[in-house]
């Protein structure tokens, strides 16, 4: 097994109230790979947002200002993470709802198996830690007109030009 040691002891995190968490298994089982960039984005927002029972009060004004979301495509990410059960709404409130085992299986793909995709992670565990270092910075994402022209929309992350 590697040791693991602190690349920044000095910024070692510590959990401290209020904060937020998402289970590990929203990686390792493959949630985070089923999930559209706007789910992911809502959910992720969600769970920061709620409180220790997974509850948030939100409006979808203030949902699609902050995460700069059009209200087609809020709506759209907010439905999937109902249908894929990991959220529940009543219409003026949201609850993150306890992970299932896996994704549905109706939504597995090749890259979610049972412990999903190492590239992935790898991945991840990479962006994330030039993000901390401050080595990258968001790009604003394009405007609507942009977007209908793409297949696909993606926020690329930039390096920082000294």
Known sequence: MLAKTLILPERKRVLTPPFAW?????????????????ENLLYF????AADREGLSFYG????????QLAVDDYIQARNGL???GLIAFDGRQF??????KSPPRQYRTPLCGA?????DAE???TVFAR????????????????VKEQQFISYPILAKHS
């Not at 998402?22 to 706007?38: E, Y």
């Not at 927002?45 to 920061?48: A, E």
């Not at 609850?95 to 299932?100: G, R």
């Open 60 to 67: 979808y004004d203030k949902i699609c200002q902050l995460l």
């Open 22 to 38: 998402i289970d590990r298994r929203f990686l390792i089982n493959g949630f985070l790979a089923v999930l559209s960039h706007h």
């Open 115 to 119: 412990m999903g995709s190492s590239r």
């Open 123 to 125: 991945a991840l565990a």
């Open 131 to 146: 993000l901390a270092k401050g080595d990258i910075q968001h790009q604003t994402p394009p405007d609507d007109r942009q």
């Open 95 to 100: 609850q993150v709802l306890a992970l299932p």
């Open 45 to 48: 927002f969600l769970v920061l």
């Open 82 to 84: 109902i249908d894929k």
